[in-house]
């Protein structure tokens, strides 16, 4: 290996989880400023022909079924990311439809395309996998060529409920020597006692429209601001339906919020929704 997660500079190991159309240049920048040690795109084909911004250094997560584009991709971004990650995990409909993340099963293609990202990296690589019949053989692959393991113990049928399963976690904690970085319910109240079994944290939906929850854990001086969203969100040029979705998810914790989503949730533009905002 030519890199390894202990090596690359961060400020903590409380980190931003990958999350699809929460995880924008804007929300990421401001979850950076609250104190996130690092910060996780979305799931991103390496296909895509749509400039990906990576201002705040991210780890960047790939979704695939095959090695097509991967070598393209990663050289075009590899000096603007902190590390690389494969989605083996995500439980969507979506992922479902088209094979990637948990749905990915064919163990000789995962390990081609691990494969062929170690290839082009020497960024530190992981993979971010589910509890599943699989996680064993996944594991195995990724001792070979990456950096460490996300594990994300619920079962790709339990989606996003029920309770993660910690022994699980631990039990492939106990079983590699690669730093474990664990995601499933990260909040406020458990985060340190996940820092003592596990290398580092992922904070996913706890973090959704609450930036300063990085603050809250880092003592990182923070103002929550959705102005300071907007502006961010001009700068990069972000489709107003991603805006209007951080609209609503910033109301958490705003007085009379149920009110306020619910005239978020007419506005058609950028006006509209500016004779909104709440801070």
Known sequence: MNSSLEKIKIKNRIFLAPMEDINDIAFRLLCKKAGCGLTFTGMINPLTKKKI?????????????????????????????????????????????????????????????????????KKPLTVKIRKSDISFDILKIAEKYCNGICIHPRTQAQGYSGEPDLKFAELIKSKTKLPIIYSGNVNEKNCKELLKKFDYVMIGREAIGRPEIFANLTNTKFIKSFKEYLTLAKKYNLYFRNIKAQAMYFTKGVRDSAKLRNKLSTVKNMRELKKLIFN
């Open 53 to 121: 911004p990576l201002t705040d250094k991210p780890a960047l997560q790939l979704f695939c079924t095959n090695t097509k584009g991967i070598k393209e991709f990663m050289k075009k971004y590899d000096k603007e990311v902190t590390l690389w990650n494969l989605n083996l995990g995500c439980p969507a409909k979506t992922a479902k439809k088209h094979g990637f993340g948990s749905f990915m099963k064919d163990i000789a293609m995962i390990e081609e395309i691990i494969k062929e990202m170690r290839r082009n990296t």
